[in-house]
T-cell receptor, first 112, second 112 residues
């Protein structure tokens, strides 16, 4: 099992450009999450999806959209990137009946 | 809103010492708490998950305890090794019992 995979690993954008971060898991988990990690701030939840077809906002959703394409895949879209969105983005998944989240390797995004 | 504090923010100890990392949280109505390790530039690796019905959980040289009533968890590392150098994060659930809230971590350096 690959666990949780994320693409791309690194990305540089100019202000105003758009992009989609991809996440996939092969553990048949119902729940998936997007976090961002900034120095001195810890990880903060952007959006989550409790099941296929549902999404909800987390702590810092502004400037982002998500799509739960199917049970395996959960994408994060930046429609108009801003320098404040420079961060490391982590995707995670979990199953409600089995506590514990599993994280992907992260995407390091720089917006200039 | 769940808030998590980890003390100390950084710790350097000689190889072979036993050490304790502390985590405190404000909302004690949790079902579990997860400890993670993060190496520089990498994703999060789950170390231990303690259910609220447990007081301790052990994995090799690691032992985590949970005291819900006082809002505290500790991670004990026995006989530290240079390979233990990393940032350690604790994460109780935030709102709902799946979405995690993270502290800013303790950056541990083991000196050979």
């Amino acid at each position: 099992n690959a666990g949780v995979t994320q693409t791309p690993k690194f990305q540089v954008l100019k202000t105003g450009q758009s992009m989609t971060l991809q996440c996939a898991q092969d553990m048949n988990h119902n729940s998936m999450y997007w976090y961002r990690q900034d120095p001195g701030m810890g990880l903060r939840l952007i959006y989550y999806s409790a099941s296929e077809g549902t999404t909800d906002k987390g702590e810092v959703p502004n400037g982002y959209n998500v799509s739960r394409l199917n049970k395996r895949e959960f994408s994060l879209r930046l429609e108009s990137a801003a320098p404040s969105q420079t961060s490391v983005y982590f995707c995670a998944s979990s199953e409600a009946e089995v506590p514990g989240q599993y994280f992907g390797p992260g995407t390091r995004l720089t917006v200039t | 809103k769940q808030e998590v504090t980890q003390i100390p923010a950084a710790l350097s100890v000689p190889e072979g010492e036993n050490l304790v990392l502390n985590c405190s949280f404000t909302d004690s109505a949790i079902y579990n708490l997860q400890w993670f390790r993060q190496d520089p530039g990498k994703g999060l690796t789950s170390l231990l998950l303690i259910q609220s019905s447990q007081r301790e959980q052990t994995s090799g040289r690691l032992n985590a305890s949970l005291d819900k009533s006082s809002g505290r968890s500790t991670l004990y590392i026995a006989a530290s090794q240079p390979g233990d150098s990393a940032t350690y994060l604790c994460a109780p659930p935030g709102f709902g019992n799946e979405k995690l809230t993270f502290g800013t971590g303790t950056r541990l350096t083991i000196i050979p």
